[in-house]
């Protein structure tokens, strides 16, 4: 199998390390590559898809939206969620779906977070779209710095809209943006207000937002097991093959700075 991730940054993805643990726990052999890539590479990637030179690619920031724009059938979840972080080429189709939105339905159904909590989502983006579409019927914020994107996604969604900045008491805080990457911090009492917090950004060092929300004994989720159960999921969906997830999320901590 010849499998990739494209999207821009991406050196710093730990994708490859993850599912070289799924291969070899599902006795494939294969490949999987981080290709830094643009609307047109990810469109040169696709045509590769339809042609078998790709087994099947994952897609990540700044080319969700695009991928959407390019597959010919979506599955339920990539519907909801408007984009596409997974691709592959079946029954004559290039199809999408949207891995994403399957780990934040299995976060929020976990039991991790209390049943009745509000979610506050930080972003306007692709994976601000499929935290909405995985967070059931909880009452969901969306808060981004375009307040435009914000009450555009909130709209779509029935949701209520908060300014950039703004808490909600005893909402799970889901950090859709890159903040946190580069030691970047949230706005000052988003997490002292929340009951909880998911992070997708994750870096060699845990992220200040974690950091802040496990000193205060918040339930959390870090991007490293976010990041491990869309992986989980984009490979049961192109194998058909369900691996364990521990030893992903092992991978994706350990990986060593190579999504």
């Not at 596409?84 to 999408?96: H, I, P, S």
């Not at 709209?155 to 859709?176: E, F, I, L, S």
């Not at 998911?198 to 845990?206: C, K, M, N």
């Amino acid at each position: 199998m010849r499998l990739a991730v494209l999207g821009d940054p991406v050196a710093h993805s730990r994708s490859p390390a993850i599912h070289a643990v799924a291969l070899r726990l599902a006795g494939l052999e294969g490949g999987y590559e981080a290709i830094r890539a643009d609307e047109a590479v990810l469109g040169e990637a696709v045509e590769g898809l339809e042609r078998g030179q790709f087994s099947g690619l994952n897609v990540t920031m700044p080319l969700k939206e695009a991928a959407r724009g390019l597959a010919e059938r979506a599955t339920s979840d990539a519907g909801r969620a408007g984009s596409v972080n997974t691709l592959r080429y079946a029954d004559g189709r290039v199809e999408g779906h949207s891995s994403d939105v399957t780990a934040f339905r299995e976060i929020f159904g976990g039991g991790r977070f209390g049943a009745e909590d509000e979610v506050l989502i930080l972003g306007a983006g692709g994976s601000a779209r499929a935290a909405l579409a995985g967070a059931g019927e909880r009452r969901v914020h969306v808060s981004s710095r375009s307040e435009s994107k914000a009450a555009r996604l909130a709209a779509a969604h029935g949701a209520a809209t908060v300014g950039w900045g703004a808490a909600v008491a005893g909402a799970v805080v889901v950090n859709a943006t890159p903040l946190g990457m580069s030691g970047e911090e949230l706005a000052e009492g988003v997490l002292g207000a929340s009951s909880g917090l998911i992070d997708l950004p994750y870096g060699d060092e845990p992220t200040w937002a974690v950091s802040a929300a496990a000193g205060r004994g918040l339930p959390t989720v870090d991007g490293f097991e976010f990041l491990a159960r869309q992986a989980a999921e984009s490979f049961r969906w192109w194998t058909g093959i369900s691996v364990s997830l521990r030893p992903l999320i092992e991978a994706a901590r350990d990986g060593g700075g190579n999504r």
